[in-house]
């Protein structure tokens, strides 16, 4: 009786690549970067409560430095916080390295006039011209005739 060497286990199927769970999971990755991206656009200042304004623009052009004046009145270089020297020093030191340097100032609703115009009057010292204020649109209300 001859002898048959083999396995008698079945042959095994080809291996296959199941397409739509590699699907599935490329739209949760896409979804998620898209998210995280939407989030890091405006981590660049500090949270503070913007003042709104009706007229308000919206400005597609990234400025080079942000700015922010949180209710206190404490200037913040993004999202550093530092003293009014420091503040000056490092916008002299910008303005010297880039000749067209924007700047944002994002001032809470809550600050004082002063401490606003304190940071702009610091800024404008240091030689920079193009400087922005971030404001929040508001809805369109109905206009009101000017009084007299």
Known sequence: ???KLGS???AEPEARIEIIP???IMFF?????MLVSLSLVNSRSVKVNLPSA???AVETRRSDVSLSVDRTGAPYWDREPMGVNELR????AARQTNETLRVSISGDSNARHGDIVRILDIVRSAGIQR???????????PSTPPRP
């Open 131 to 141: 400087v922005a204020f971030e404001t929040r649109s508001t809805p369109e209300a």
């Open 1 to 3: 009786m001859p002898v």
């Open 54 to 56: 009706a007229t308000s």
């Open 89 to 92: 020093q490092r916008l002299s």
């Open 8 to 10: 008698k286990l079945p």
């Open 29 to 33: 990755l896409l979804a998620a970067f």
């Open 22 to 24: 590699l699907i599935d």
